[in-house]
């Protein structure tokens, strides 16, 4: 862990504006590279894929003329990154708050094309389980269905058509960490149908309306089938306002609907992707047992 | 439907402060009432609850010396209202922003007492289900807890201990309408474990550690036993930081853990919510089919 002994105090200099500006996406495409904030994000990211991280940012008081990182917290995510060939530069409060009022003392830079990942990078198991969302537009969104998708074992994310950037620091904070568990792949809609099917995975669609053809199964219906419960597949959720196009609906195996008991006419986006994902791990979860 | 055929157009109008005020919790106890902000929840609370609205704020324009409501949305909740005794006031844009920048064009005001939910109000069926907070402070994730509960098809929602107001507007907005399709009632720790133990309902802990004695029991585990899930019980979330303490465990007659199967640590409150109570919704479904 090569530590920088100068610390970072002018939240003017050339270094801090460079990086202010990659909670911008013109900012990042220019640099290739990408900002992570915040101790959870942060601590994630050096412990899971220090391979992407290049440079970390702290927070240090000037104590008895020596720095001092400005707790024990940041303390040990520091030291989980000597491990790596991570670069630590020590910063003023002032510096680090010029660059995101979201970091909480500590920040780090990551290697854009290092975190993107191929579709052929990835390794899928023989019931394999894939979380795709189609064109999700807002951040917190993004962040929190890659979180869900964690939280149920998916062995990948994977963002189709025109979604929002995944390296957005917006939806990183709200992944909590998670960007950095499991991959997440963005794809086209015809390249993302090829490659489950190249991978003989069912693509299912989690949506409430159906088409004038077919209308969706019930969930706790769906779940009650073991069987196609544990079989490998990729569960396909669409755009928050819009849902799913019926050209999409038409090319899935399947399509499953929330059933909703109350008077609530919805759930949101991350919350469907929750109680859809969670409910399909646990049921697998028994189905195995 | 009464209608004030005098425009408010002047933001700085006493009457225009004293709604404002309703933000703030002073200014809702001080009155009595409170505020509905936006066309979702309003429509919600002339729908299902328009013995609690007393008057509907609704943004006009001088079309042809005559005032006009500015969108079609926003006419076809002035029609609901009609059937009750709402009284309409027209107002100008700079009013309705005034008093709230998340009215997009209509605000209602309750009558806090009516709204307000006594034990002893509630029916409760022979198969209960209940959904309730302890401690639960922000006013993002209450909201959207009750939404959860509804979704669920709970028959209330209670708020044990000191939690956040349920009026307060923030909460309102989160709720997307659903604050006003199920009764939400605030009780006391002791209070909350009498209501249940008269209404013969088990009180089922939603936490991930338990306690030194007593190791959760793993959702999935807890939904293959149909008769348990099916049986009225009360199913008690913790505060969103610090969960539930020992001594609330203990009284608990299970304690239910959401299994994570990925690298995530953990769910939010608004998702451990939502999966824990549609989970048994499902199951309980699927059980009584």
Redesign the interface.
């Known amino acids: 862990m090569p530590i920088n002994a100068q610390i970072l105090d002018n939240p003017k200099a050339e270094r801090v504006r460079r990086i202010a500006e990659l909670t911008r996406s013109k900012g990042r495409e220019r640099s290739g590279r990408f900002l992570i904030e915040g101790p959870q994000s942060v601590r994630e990211a050096v412990t899971?894929r220090p391979d992407v991280v290049q440079d970390l940012y702290v927070e240090v008081t000037q104590a008895l003329d020596h720095p001092r990182i400005i707790s024990s917290t940041l303390e040990r995510i520091v030291e989980v990154s000597q491990d790596a060939t991570i670069y630590v530069h020590y910063c003023s409060g002032d510096v680090i708050r010029r660059i995101s009022p979201d970091a909480q003392g500590i920040l780090a830079v990551g290697n854009a094309r290092a975190m993107h990942a191929e579709p052929d990078d990835i390794t899928l198991g023989e019931r394999a389980h894939v979380a795709a969302f189609w064109q999700v537009r807002d951040p917190g969104n993004a962040g929190?269905v890659i979180?869900?998708?964690?939280?149920?074992?998916?062995d990948a994310v994977v963002f189709v058509d025109d979604c929002v950037d995944p390296l957005n620091p917006k939806v990183i904070r709200s992944t909590?960490?998670?960007l950095f568990?499991?991959p997440v792949l963005t794809m086209g809609t015809d390249a993302f149908f090829d490659w489950c099917s190249a991978h003989d995975m069912a693509v299912w669609a989690a949506d409430v309306y159906g088409t004038a053809e077919r209308a969706p199964e019930s969930?706790?219906?769906v779940?009650?089938d073991g069987e196609a419960v544990s079989s490998s597949k990729a569960v396909l959720f669409g755009n928050e306002a819009r849902g799913l196009e019926n050209g999409l609906l038409e090319r899935c195996g399947r399509i499953v609907s929330?059933?909703?008991?109350?008077?609530?006419?919805?759930?949101n986006l991350?919350?469907s992707a929750?109680?859809m994902l969670?409910?399909l791990?646990?049921?697998g979860?028994?189905a195995s047992c």
């Open positions: 899971w929190t979180r869900a998708a964690d939280a149920a074992g998916c909590t960490g998670s568990h499991l969930l706790p219906n779940l009650a929330i059933p909703l008991y109350g008077k609530a006419e919805s759930l991350g919350t929750a109680v969670m409910s791990a646990m049921r979860y028994v």
